[in-house]
C-alpha cells in the first residue's frame, strides 16, 4: 500500500470511530475492508469525491425498538429491537435477524455492513440488513418465544417488505422463529407474501434453505481445496457450533467423504476421535433443534467422544477448520494452534469468527483461508432464490436450488481469485471479496446519485 493510501485509510478509520464510538466489531468489520478496497477507491479518485467509503459506512436506517412481552409466571419483560438497513443499492435490503443476549448496535452494524458485500457476491439483486433483539431464545418456552416473536414483529411490520427488506434468521432464530414472525405479519398487514425468508416449506419456504449455508460453505471449500489439488475425502475437520449452520456444514462434510470430530456450543466442545456418522449426527439433530439440549449430551451418549467445558476445538490437530458459531471466535493462539496442528484450510460459516490478528497468522502461513462473506455466501444466495419462487408463486425441486447454489458459490470463488491473486500466486480470498463485492456496490451507488 503506497504511503498516500495508508494515509487515506488512518484518516478514514479514525473519522468513522469517531462518529461511532465503542463500536468495536463495527471498526473491526470496516477496517477489513477499507484496508482491502483502499488501493482501488485511491485510483478512481471520483470514488473519494462522491465519499462512497463514507456513504456505504452510514446506515441508511437504523430503527431501536422496545420490545415489550411477559414471561410464562406474568411478570413483564423488556427487551431491545434492532433493524439496521445498510445499503439498499443492489435491491431490497435483505439479511437475518440474531435474537442473543449478546447483540447490540455494534453488532448489528457489523453484520449489516458485512452483508452489503456478501450479497453483492451472490449475484442476487438484494441490498444489506440486519436487525435483531437482545432477547435469547436459551431457556424460554415455546410460549414465551411466540410471544416476544409477536411483539418483536409489531414493530419491524412497519419497515419491512417484500420490495422492501426481507429478514431471515441467524443465530437464536430458525424456522420456530421463522414461524411465529411470519404468522404476526401476515396478521397485522393481512398480506401473504415473501417478506421474510426460511419459511416452512408448506407455505412459501425454499427446499434447501435450512441447509444451504452449510451446504455452501463446503461448496466453497471443495474449490478452495482443488486449487490445491485436494478434497474432503479422508480429511479430519473441526466445526464449532452445533446449530443451523455447524449441522448441515458437518452433514456434507461427512458426505464428502471427511471425518469430522468437534461441535462446540457456548459452553464448550465435544472431541469424538472415531468421527460423525449418520446416527450421531441425527442425534445432535434431536438434541439441538426439538430438544434444545447443550453439546455435552453428546458425549454423555457416545463414550467415543469427551467433552471440554468453557474451551473452544482449536488446539485438535485436523486439516481442516471451520468455525460456525460467531464473530471473533477463533484468536490470534487459536490460529497458532490451528496451523501448528496440520491445519491448512479455514473456510468460514460463521460471520467475521475470526480476529485480524488471526487472520494474520493464516495469510503468512498461507493456509486456504475464505472470510465469511464468501464462504457462507449460500445461506442468503438461498434466500435470494426462495424471494424468486415467492415472486414467481413456484416450487423448484432441490436438484434445481442445490444447481443454482453450487453455481453461485463457484461463481463466488471464480471473484475471490479474479481480485485476490497475489502475485506469487497465492490467493488472498479477504481481498478478493471485498474487492469484487465492492466494486458492484460503488457503482451502483455512483449510477443513482448522491442518495
Ligand atoms: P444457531 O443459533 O443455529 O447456532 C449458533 C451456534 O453457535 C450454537 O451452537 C451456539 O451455542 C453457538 N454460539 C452462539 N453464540 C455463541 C458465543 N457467543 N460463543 C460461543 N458459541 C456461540 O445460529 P446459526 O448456525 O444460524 O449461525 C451461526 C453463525 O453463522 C453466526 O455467525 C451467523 O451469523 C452465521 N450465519 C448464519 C446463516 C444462516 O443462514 N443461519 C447464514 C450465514 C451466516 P449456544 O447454543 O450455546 O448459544
Ligand atoms: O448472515 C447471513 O447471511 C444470514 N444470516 C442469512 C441472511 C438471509 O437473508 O438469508
Known amino acids: 500500500m503506497d504511503k498516500f493510501t495508508r494515509n487515506y485509510v488512518d484518516s478514514f478509520m479514525a473519522d468513522l470511530i469517531a462518529r461511532n464510538p465503542g463500536e468495536k466489531e463495527f471498526h473491526q468489520a470496516v477496517r477489513e475492508v477499507v484496508e482491502s478496497v483502499a488501493s482501488y477507491v485511491t485510483a478512481y479518485p471520483h470514488l473519494i469525491d462522491l465519499k462512497i467509503l463514507e456513504r456505504m459506512t452510514e446506515p441508511e436506517r437504523v430503527i431501536i425498538f422496545r420490545v415489550p412481552w411477559t414471561d410464562d409466571r406474568g411478570k413483564v419483560q423488556i427487551n431491545r429491537g434492532y433493524r439496521v438497513q445498510m445499503n439498499s443499492a443492489l435491491g431490497p435490503y435483505k439479511g437475518g435477524i440474531r435474537f442473543h443476549n449478546s447483540v447490540n448496535l455494534s453488532i448489528m452494524k457489523f453484520l449489516a455492513f458485512e452483508q452489503i458485500f456478501k450479497n453483492s457476491l451472490t449475484t442476487l439483486p438484494m441490498g444489506g440488513a440486519k436487525g435483531g433483539s437482545d432477547f435469547s431464545p436459551r431457556g424460554k418456552s415455546d410460549a414465551e418465544v411466540m410471544r416476544f416473536c409477536q411483539s418483536f414483529m409489531t414493530e419491524l411490520q412497519r419497515h419491512i417488505g417484500q420490495d422492501t427488506d426481507v429478514p431471515a434468521g441467524d443465530i437464536g432464530v430458525g424456522g420456530r422463529e421463522i414461524g411465529f414472525l411470519f404468522g404476526q405479519y401476515k396478521r397485522l398487514r393481512d398480506e401473504f407474501t415473501g417478506t421474510l425468508t426460511g419459511k416452512g416449506l408448506a407455505w412459501g419456504g425454499s427446499l434447501l434453505r435450512p441447509e444451504a449455508t452449510g451446504f ?45 470430530v468437534t461441535l462446540s456450543d457456548s459452553d464448550g466442545f465435544i472431541h469424538d476421535p472415531e468421527g460423525l456418522n449418520e446416527e450421531k449426527w441425527k442425534f445432535v439433530m434431536e438434541l439441538k433443534n426439538i430438544r434444545r439440549g447443550r453439546i455435552s449430551e453428546y458425549a454423555e451418549k457416545y463414550p467415543s467422544a469427551k467433552y471440554y467445558p468453557g474451551e473452544r476445538p482449536w488446539r485438535i490437530p485436523c486439516d481442516i477448520a471451520m468455525p460456525c458459531a460467531t464473530q471473533n471466535e477463533i484468536e490470534e493462539a487459536d490460529a497458532r494452534k490451528l496451523v501448528e496442528g496440520g491445519c491448512y484450510c479455514v473456510t468460514e460459516g460463521a460471520n467475521m469468527p475470526t480476529t485480524p490478528e488471526a487472520i494474520a497468522v493464516f495469510q503468512s502461513a498461507k493456509l486456504l483461508y475464505s472470510p465469511g462473506k464468501a464462504s457462507n455466501a449460500g445461506g442468503v444466495a438461498t434466500s435470494g432464490l426462495e424471494m424468486t419462487q415467492n415472486s414467481i408463486r413456484q416450487h423448484w425441486t432441490a436438484e434445481e436450488v442445490d444447481a443454482h447454489l453450487h453455481r453461485i458459490m463457484s461463481d463466488i470463488h471464480a471473484s475471490c481469485i479474479k481480485y485476490g491473486k497475489e502475485e506469487d500466486g497465492y490467493i488472498n480470498y479477504v481481498k478478493g471479496a471485498n474487492i469484487a463485492g465492492f466494486i458492484k456496490v460503488a457503482g451502483a451507488m455512483v449510477d443513482q446519485g448522491l442518495v
Not at 486449487?227 to 449452520?245: D, H, M
Open 216 to 260: 455452501g460453505a463446503c461448496y466453497f471449500a471443495q474449490e478452495m481445496l482443488a486449487t490445491r489439488g485436494k478434497s474432503f475425502e479422508g480429511q479430519t475437520v473441526l466445526i464449532s457450533g452445533a446449530g443451523n449452520v455447524a449441522q448441515y456444514a458437518a452433514r456434507k462434510a461427512m458426505e464428502l467423504g471427511a471425518k469430522v
